[in-house]
């Protein structure tokens, strides 16, 4: 069974920058087949898919995300990261990782809270 935990989330100011972590575990197999995706959660919002990171590198990011946020994968770690730039308050939420074409449980998610 898969499981996701994500990290790195923290208070930062208005156009800061942080770097979130996702670890899958379970199956390398599964890591290495399927693409991930970083996902939030805003409080009232749905869940939405921010960014996706495709088994062959390439990446795709919904519009506003894009020239700010850059996924990448580390297949030998089993990871996903997401590096954010120039923050903004609306990018508050909590972060997920998960397959979007694989789904598994989601972890606990990360806290990204932008505030001066």
């Known amino acids: 069974q898969v499981q996701l935990v994500e990290s790195g989330g923290d208070l930062v100011q208005p156009g800061g920058s942080l770097r979130l972590s996702c670890v899958v575990s379970g199956s390398i197999f599964r890591f290495l087949a399927v693409g991930w995706g970083w996902y939030r959660q805003a409080p009232g919002k749905q869940r939405e898919l921010v960014a996706t990171?495709?088994?062959?590198?390439?990446?795709n990011y919904t519009d506003s995300v894009k020239g700010r946020f850059t996924i990448s994968r580390d297949n030998a770690k089993n990871t996903v990261y997401l590096q954010m730039n120039s923050l903004k308050p609306e990018d508050t939420a909590v972060y997920y990782c998960?397959?979007?074409?694989?789904?598994?449980?989601w972890g606990q998610g990360t806290q990204v809270t932008v505030s001066s």
């Open positions: 998960n397959a979007p074409a694989a789904m598994s449980t």
């Open positions: 990171v495709f088994t062959g590198g390439r990446t």
